[in-house]
Antibody, heavy 121, light 108 residues
């Protein structure tokens, strides 16, 4: 059974850096085709795609946030880490990680439960 | 960036009725790489449809997807009580991937 679980701080101050970790079980980040992405949803708003990393370390970022985001993976720990710098209250959202199995031509088939991050002083 | 526009914003229907949700893309989608997700409060999004018309594993056959190019539709043939939720379309054929703004299906 494939599961993903997000972890990280629930409250962050403006201008600080956010580090979120997605821990995967039931799959390997080194399996050909596997990708793990991050998506967020501000309260009352739509889903917003942020970034994705693939088994071969290929990475893609949202152009509007690219300068603030870094996505990495630790295959030995089966974890994907998203770092977002210079946080602002508008970054308050539930952050999800999600899995895809067959490269960029496949949907996000498994999602974590999400973690709510509040940006406030 | 491909913009996805969903309509209507809210659909008020009764259990047993048919729901038709629309997703329009600002440009032709590569190989119809369009997915539909269901989102309920407090739950993670659930993949329903991928490749515009293929049902994901375990999804009831009352859910169906259709369309190509720039116009796509999710149809729920007969609404069950558990189907009242928010539905999002997503294109994953072009980076950056993008989501629509969602359609809420509510009980009338």
């Amino acid at each position: 059974q494939i599961t993903l679980k997000e972890s990280g701080p629930t409250l962050v101050k403006p201008t600080q850096t956010l580090t979120l970790t997605c821990t995967l079980s039931g799959l390997s980040l080194s399996t050909t085709g596997v990708g793990v992405g991050w998506i967020r949803q501000p309260p009352g708003k739509a889903l917003e795609w942020l970034a994705i990393i693939y088994w071969n370390d290929d990475k893609r970022y949202s152009p509007s946030l690219k300068s603030r985001l870094t996505i990495t993976k630790d295959t030995s720990k089966n974890q994907v880490v998203l770092t977002m710098t210079n946080l602002d209250p508008v970054d308050t959202a539930t952050y999800y990680c999600a899995h895809r199995a067959h490269g960029s031509a496949s949907p996000l088939d498994y999602w974590g439960q999400g973690t709510l991050v509040t940006v406030s002083s | 960036e491909i913009v996805l526009t969903q309509s209507p914003g809210t659909l008020s229907l009764s259990p047993g009725e048919r729901a038709t949700l629309s997703c329009r893309a600002s440009q032709t989608l590569s190989s119809n790489y369009l997915a539909w997700y269901q989102r309920k409060p407090g739950q993670a999004p659930r993949l329903l449809i991928y490749g515009a018309s293929s049902r994901a594993t375990g999804i009831p056959d009352r859910f169906s997807g259709s369309g190509s190019g720039t116009d796509f539709t999710l149809t729920i043939s007969r609404l069950e009580p558990e189907d009242f939720a928010v539905y999002y379309c997503q294109q994953y054929g072009s980076s950056p991937e993008t989501f629509g703004q969602g359609t809420k299906v509510e009980i009338k």
